[in-house]
């Protein structure tokens, strides 16, 4: 018989299987202190530190000692699909065990394999098929009159820095050409169509960052690392620049199956049967438009065709001068990047050297 002078509650814990009239009671005992079996907060994962695994050989001989091995090696692997990074990083590590070198040139030998991965299927692409992608950083850090755009450095070829070298030697072959390292408009460009492979210039830090979606997307390409990863006045071996930059070498059919037909294919479906897909329903007329609701449906749609939307490409390389001075928002842009450049003389100088 229950007390009912004694408090009890309920137990609703999964239990075994019992009779559905009887109900167990539990005493309610004092409250327990929480505090102590509090769970703790959970730390943030943070990113594996690969700093150790990205120095550059130091001296030439070495470096093209590992471009050599690197060949053979990667002469041994199925291409018959696009290879990831997991991949990579094993067949890294097994070329610098064959050649005894130590672990911190990971990063170099991993570009390496990459590189003689897909040489073969990026020589088979015409020139006018092709992106030169080079780091803003080779430019003469002192002095530079290029101006940044929405493609990034715009070259005024003046000769102080070797971009305009391998810029006006490239656009003379057909190559499109960014001065522009990792940024987000290289892979829609290559979905939008205007190219199907890239020859990249960079350090091991930002090649680090693009080697995913370059090798998820299956884009042929080929890199030459710079030496180091300072942003300012850092070099290369230019040689290994124009031993691909100007050679030509047709296959008869592509050698490595890719997702870039299909992402190609999506972004056509998206662009072209948008208002299909994604039907005005608050914002037919312009007075539904005033509405909360219908504000929001049109600056939603505004966002998503913007972030579908590539400007055009002129060739050779980039957009022409008088499309990009037009309109309010390149005046815009134009005031941010004056007050950008007066701050930063500021900061190098320590006094306002700009009216």
């Not at 000692?65 to 290879?83: G, M, N, Q, S």
Request: hydrophobic share 35%; proline share 7%; glycine share 6%.
């Amino acid at each position: 018989m229950i007390d009912l002078h004694e408090e009890c509650i309920v137990s609703i814990a999964p239990s075994e299987p019992r009779d559905s009239e009887t109900i167990a009671t539990v005493p309610r005992s004092e409250p327990e202190d929480t505090t102590a079996v509090e769970k703790p907060a959970q730390r943030k994962k943070r990113r594996r530190s690969t700093s150790h695994l990205k120095v550059v050989p130091e001296t030439l001989a070495l470096r093209e000692r590992v471009k050599a091995e690197a060949e053979r090696f990667a002469e041994t692997l199925d291409k018959t699909k696009p290879i990831v990074k997991g991949e990579l990083e094993r067949h890294g590590r097994t070329l610098l065990e064959r050649m005894e070198l130590p672990e911190k040139y990971l990063g170099f030998a991993l570009v390496m394999v990459g590189n003689f991965f897909w040489k073969r299927q990026f020589m088979s692409i015409p020139f006018e098929r092709r992106l030169l992608l080079l780091p803003h950083c080779l430019k003469h850090a002192e002095g530079c009159p290029a101006e940044y755009d929405e493609f990034g450095l715009d070259c005024e070829k003046c000769g102080a820095c070797s971009i305009a070298d391998y810029k006006a030697r490239a656009e003379q072959l057909g190559y499109k050409v960014l001065v522009a390292e990792g940024s987000p408009v290289v892979l829609k460009i290559i979905i939008a169509g205007y190219v199907d492979g890239i020859l990249g210039v960079a350090c091991l830090n930002v090649l680090e960052k693009a080697i995913d979606k370059v090798l998820l997307a299956g884009v042929p390409s080929y890199a030459i690392p710079l030496h180091s990863g300072d942003c300012k006045n850092t070099t290369l071996d230019e040689s290994w620049v124009w031993d691909v930059l100007e050679k030509y070498e047709p296959l008869p059919q592509p050698q490595t199956n890719s997702y870039v037909p299909l992402m190609r294919a999506a972004n056509r479906l998206f662009r072209d049967e948008f208002d299909r897909l994604l039907p005005r329903v608050r914002s037919k007329t312009p007075e539904a438009v005033d509405s909360p609701l219908g504000m929001t449906e049109h600056l939603l749609r505004l966002a998503l065709q913007r972030r579908q939307a590539l400007p055009s490409l002129h060739h050779p390389g980039r957009l022409r001068r008088t499309d990009r001075r037009q309109g309010p928002e390149y005046r815009l842009r134009r005031r941010r990047q004056t007050r950008l450049s007066r701050r930063r003389q500021v900061g190098r100088h320590g006094h306002r050297s700009v009216p």
